[in-house]
C-alpha cells in the first residue's frame, strides 16, 4: 500500500470524482479528509506509478509526496 499527500482535494465531491474515475482502472483508493494536506492510499506497483499520477493530474488533483 502506498500512501500520498495530495493537492486540490478538499471535499467528498472531490473523493467521488477521484474514485469514480480511477477505481476501475487501478484498483481500490482510500482517500483521508481528516488530514491536511489529505492523503491518498491505494496498493500500486511502481510501474503503474507514473501512469497513476498522469491520470490523477487529469483530473486537476496532484501527488505533492508519497508518506
Known amino acids: 500500500m502506498k500512501t500520498f ?3 486540490n482535494v478538499k471535499c467528498q ?3 467521488n ?3 469514480n474515475a480511477l477505481e476501475d482502472e487501478f484498483g481500490s483508493i482510500k ?3 481528516n488530514t491536511e494536506p489529505k492523503t491518498l492510499s491505494i ?3 511502481d510501474e ?3 501512469e497513476f499520477k498522469q491520470a490523477l493530474e487529469e483530473l486537476n488533483f496532484s501527488i505533492l ?3
Do not use: F
Open 5 to 7: 499527500q495530495v493537492a
Open 13 to 15: 465531491n472531490c473523493v
Open 17 to 19: 470524482l477521484i474514485k
Open 31 to 33: 482517500i483521508n479528509l
Open 43 to 45: 496498493n500500486l506497483s
Open 48 to 50: 503503474r506509478l507514473a
Open 65 to 67: 509526496k508519497e508518506l
